[in-house]
């Protein structure tokens, strides 16, 4: 089937994939920051405290395997439904707190051991599976969601938190994701019932015997690898981007500006790279991308910082980084057969979320230590996105994906 082909039989899919991944657990990564001044003044919260926020992910990513195989076994839809309805309902969770900062992450934790099924590792397992020619495109436009959900909620939620206070921004946030999951599943119950779901490669059963064959292949490490030190600076973006901008003597407003800047600048880099994949070796476009960030960090631990030069280096990072989701998920999809595709992608999440849960903990001591400096951190950052950007590169170039069952023969001669 033919580049174009794909996109005419598939938009659909793309669409209501878009909208889930948009309105699910994006909408957390990318406006905690947003939050983390107003609790942190009115509940008296420490920043260190509150960095550990980024660390809980490294409960969740012993768990993300589970749901990694829950969407293989009973299908994307179903998955998804789970984890937009968590969404929605931790949102409003949060806006009923009380000060307790063990109360605030106890609902963080179970808002994301659910809701990590409404991120990538059940859309991406939909694009895939109906694209092969045009896959790098279209998990590039997929991935395009959150990003591009960040940069138009961050600033409106920035206005209503000013304006009605935090309460009222998580009460936005809940309403959103419920009506982006409540469209997103209709339009996937659709495409189901139109296609028989015949797309949808599903594998009922797996053994131990396969698992293992999987996780023996020098890919899978190298991905699950990569995917950690590239996210020790998730802790960054996910809820101390505009602390840190603060830090750096830029105003308020600015620093509201910068969490939108940054989304866009994720939105540019998944638009680049995921063209990309479809013409060049994955491995070679992990190189130079996911190296990039280390400019931008360098650009904000420099001395004597100017709105124009902390904008540089956000937009650096943002358009780097937008290129890590499209990439693991390719690398995947192009190492493993795509009936296991969810469970593999899930222990790549895994070492996602324990990269950023163990930078949570280095941000937490750094910041510490320092007494609320995060220039130590952010060279930290700098360092860790190099080595992921090489065990990507280690992957070698794109190959044919085989079963399970090849993989046990060929190590069993």
């Known amino acids: 089937m033919s580049f174009m082909k794909e996109f005419r039989l598939n938009w659909t899919v793309v669409l209501a994939t878009f909208i889930g991944i948009a309105t699910g657990n994006a909408l957390s990564h990318y406006t905690m920051s947003l939050f983390a001044p107003e609790l942190i003044k009115e509940f008296g ?39 937009l309805a968590a969404m929605s309902l931790g949102f409003f969770a949060l806006s009923t ?6 109360e605030f992450f106890a609902i963080w934790l179970l808002q994301h051991i659910f809701g990590v099924m409404s991120t990538s590792l059940v859309f991406a397992r939909i694009i895939v599976d109906r694209f092969d020619r045009a896959r790098g495109t279209a998990l590039s436009l997929l991935m395009m969601g959150p ?22 921004g998580f009460v936005s946030l809940a309403a959103a994701s419920a009506v982006g999951g409540t469209i997103c599943i209709f339009f996937l119950g659709r495409i189901a019932k139109r296609q028989a779901d015949t797309g949808e490669v599903r594998n009922p059963r797996l053994s131990l015997a396969e698992l293992g064959a999987i996780a023996r292949q020098p890919a899978f490490l190298l991905i699950v690898g990569g995917m950690f030190m590239i996210n020790i600076a998730q802790p960054f973006a996910a809820s101390q981007l505009k602390l840190v901008v603060l830090s750096k003597g830029i105003s308020d407003s600015a620093g509201t500006w910068m969490v939108s800047l940054y989304a866009t600048g994720v939105i540019i880099g998944r638009a ?15 190189l130079f991308g996911l190296s990039l960030p280390a400019v931008g960090f360098a650009i904000l631990g420099m001395p004597g910082m100017t709105v124009s030069l ?12 937008g290129a890590e989701g499209d990439i693991g998920g390719y690398l995947v999809s192009r190492h493993f057969n795509l009936r296991n595709f969810s469970l593999v992608f899930a222990f790549v999440k895994s070492g996602l979320d324990a990269g950023g849960a163990i930078g949570a903990l280095i941000l937490s001591f750094t910041l510490a230590m320092s007494g609320g400096s995060y220039d130590a951190f952010i060279w930290i950052c ?26 046990l023969e060929t190590e069993a001669n």
Not at 47 to 75: E, M, N, Y
Not at 151 to 166: E, F, M, S, T
Not at 310 to 321: D, E, K
């Open 45 to 83: 919260w420490s920043k260190a405290q509150f960095a550990l926020v980024s660390a809980l992910p490294l409960i969740t990513a012993v768990i993300t395997p589970l749901a990694g195989r829950f969407t293989d076994k009973f299908g994307a839809r179903v998955a998804a439904s789970i984890g």
């Open 97 to 102: 707190l009380n000060g307790n900062i063990y």
């Open 147 to 168: 990003p591009l959900s960040g940069a138009v909620v961050a600033p409106i939620l920035g206005w209503i938190i000013a304006a009605d206070g935090w309460r009222a």
């Open 272 to 286: 680049i790279f995921g063209i990309a994949l479809d013409r060049i070796s994955a491995n070679k476009v992990a």
């Open 310 to 321: 902390c904008a540089a280096g956000i937009m650096l990072i943002g358009i780097a980084q």
């Open 382 to 407: 700098a360092g860790t996105t190099l080595v992921g950007a090489f065990l990507f590169f280690l992957t070698g170039a794109d190959r044919t994906t085989r079963d399970p069952g090849t993989v």
